[in-house]
């Protein structure tokens, strides 16, 4: 009796081992979605923000969104910086740095994400 149930309610519906190249996306789906979650966060404290600007300081609305919306640690403390980066570029003026010292997207060098796992596949690129 007790085979038979087991047979028909397993414990592990999915096998616990993925493929690499799955989890890679995986991983990269789920930062994504993390990211995406932070975005909204932040979009709705500076909400709460403008909302009771006439009854609470920015850094205590901030608090209180944090609070109200049961947000835990580490995303609370993430949040609440970007919140007040984003109130920042509005308040406090932004240095500009030289030309020649500066980090810009186009001194960035260009992702390579699949090159090392194609070189451990021997796989090459045309």
Do not use: C
Not at 16 to 38: H, M, T, V
Request: overall charge positive; charged content about 30%; hydrophobic content about 40%.
């Amino acid at each position: 009796m007790w085979n038979a149930l087991k047979r028909l309610f397993p414990e592990n519906i999915f096998a616990r081992k993925i493929d690499p190249g799955a989890e890679r996306r995986l991983r990269l789906a789920q930062a994504r979605a993390e990211e995406s979650i932070i975005r909204a966060h932040v979009d709705n404290a500076l909400m709460f923000v403008d909302t009771l600007a006439e009854d609470l300081t920015f850094d205590r609305a901030i608090d209180s969104y944090v609070r109200q919306m049961s947000i835990p640690e580490p995303l609370a403390s993430t949040v609440a910086t970007r919140t007040l980066v984003v109130l920042g570029q509005d308040l406090v003026p932004y240095r500009r740095r030289s030309r020649e010292g500066a980090t810009t997207d186009e001194s960035r060098p260009p992702l390579r994400l699949n090159e090392a796992s194609e070189a451990k596949r021997g796989v090459k690129r045309a």
